[in-house]
Nanobody, 115 residues
Framework: QVQVVESGGGLVQAGGSLRLSCAAS????????MGWYRQAPGKERELVAT???????TYAVSAKGRFTISRDNAQNTVDLQMDSLKREDTAAYYC?????????WGQGTQVTVSS
């Protein structure tokens, strides 16, 4: 059974930091590229960051320089360190797993940035 579970969301003041974590099971984690997406109410889900099986990363322009994606294959987790948070970062954040035969998504974790 494939399971993808995000954690670490919460309420934070603008300028603050949060670290999100995604734990995946039921897959060969080291063979899977991973990503973080977010979706604000009334808006399309958008890419935040990705990390390949070799550790290469990509970032949305809005996240570049503020967010860092990382993975720990020993723990089957992928994290998103978010610094210098802005009100516009408020969204539900989702973990995505590319498993070769299909994609898997977590249930999301809410990030709310106050100002």
């Amino acid at each position: 059974q494939v399971q993808v579970v995000e954690s670490g969301g919460g309420l934070v003041q603008a300028g603050g930091s949060l670290r999100l974590s995604c734990a995946a099971s039921g897959i060969i984690f080291s063979n899977c590229a991973m990503g973080w997406y977010r979706q604000a109410p009334g808006k399309e889900r958008e890419l935040v960051a990705t990390i390949s099986t070799t550790g290469s990363t990509t970032y949305a322009v809005s996240a570049k320089g503020r967010f860092t994606i990382s993975r720990d294959n020993a723990q089957n987790t992928v994290d998103l360190q978010m610094d210098s948070l802005k009100r516009e970062d408020t969204a539900a954040y989702y973990c995505r797993v590319w498993a070769g035969r299909g994609d898997y998504w977590g249930q999301g974790t809410q990030v709310t940035v106050s100002s």
